[in-house]
């Protein structure tokens, strides 16, 4: 099953097991970014420019991960966000490409999300920079 066919949801019952069922279960770009830590093209995202009241859930397992009202235009080219579901993400340190950055990832699936830094608005001065393959947006009603 796709992404696009499965939808919004509170999440699946079972996660897959294999990165074979990973694989199965989302789209080649989807897989990239979640499984393989990867990264879109900047402006390349459907939520970038995206201002509409509802919920952001993870393309892996569909648990609320960010309120579209905490999004914020950061001009950095990806969805930006000052608060997260704390308990619904993980972080940790990333030293990839020569770089020191707090790596962000779901904690029911273990995707890659994208990355945190503390330069963004108040109230928390923090900037939630994710990918937006990693999100699906579920409107508010």
């Given at each position: 099953m796709t992404?696009?066919?499965?939808?919004?949801?509170d999440g699946p019952d079972q996660l897959p097991e294999s990165e074979s069922e990973w694989r199965e279960r989302l789209e080649e770009e989807s897989y990239r970014i979640l499984r393989e830590?990867?990264?879109?093209?900047?402006f390349s995202g459907d939520h970038v420019d995206r201002d509409e009241e509802g919920?952001?859930?993870c393309t892996g397992c569909g648990i609320v991960l960010f309120d579209a009202e905490t999004k914020y235009d950061s001009g950095c080219g990806w969805p930006s966000f000052y608060a997260a579901?704390?308990?619904?993400?993980?972080?940790e340190p990333d030293t990839r490409h020569g770089m020191?950055?707090?790596?962000v990832k779901?904690?029911?699936c273990d995707g890659h999300l994208?990355?945190?830094?503390?330069?963004?608005?108040?109230?928390?001065?923090?900037?939630?920079?994710i990918n937006s393959v990693a999100l699906?947006?579920?409107?508010a009603e």
């Open positions: 992404d696009a066919e499965r939808g919004p949801s830590r990867g990264t879109e093209a900047r919920l952001y859930r579901e704390a308990e619904n993400i993980e972080t020191s950055r707090i790596e779901c904690s029911r994208g990355h945190v830094f503390d330069d963004g608005p108040d109230p928390t001065g923090k900037r939630f920079c699906e947006f579920d409107p």
